[in-house]
Structures are given as C-alpha cells and as structure tokens.
C-alpha cells in the first residue's frame, strides 16, 4: 500500500470519528449533558479533525512508513 493509499484509509477513518464526535455533542447538548463531558468531546473533535489536516498535507508520513 502506498503512502497515499495510507494517508487516505487514516484521513477516512477520523472523518468517521469527527463525525461520530459531532453526534455525540449533539446528543449531549439536546440531552442537557455535563458541560465538562461536552467540552472533553469537544476537544477530541478539534484535536481529530488538527490531526486530519496533518495527515492530509503529508506532515505525518513518517508515521505510515513500513518499519
């Protein structure tokens, strides 16, 4: 598998996590959630979503080079 092939099957995979991380902020706050547990989701979304731009740029490579 290429580098690319790589960099695109990780970047898909967050996308998913961004969007279940989304969802899961949406149910909290309709549900009236803890502030805390929202921003802690939050905060993972942010951080998934930085992740995804460093992925897609190529910084990351490094990281999905065969040992």
Known sequence: ???EERRN????FLRRCVRYANDSIDRKT???GE????SRW????????????E????????WLEEE
Not at 9 to 12: D, F, H, K, T, Y
């Open 55 to 62: 992925i897609s740029r190529g910084d990351l490579d490094s």
């Open 42 to 53: 939050t905060a993972y979304r942010d951080f998934t979503e930085h992740s995804i731009m």
């Open 9 to 12: 099957l990780v970047v898909s």
């Open 35 to 38: 502030e805390g547990e929202i």
């Open 30 to 32: 309709e549900r009236g």
């Open 1 to 3: 598998m290429s580098i």
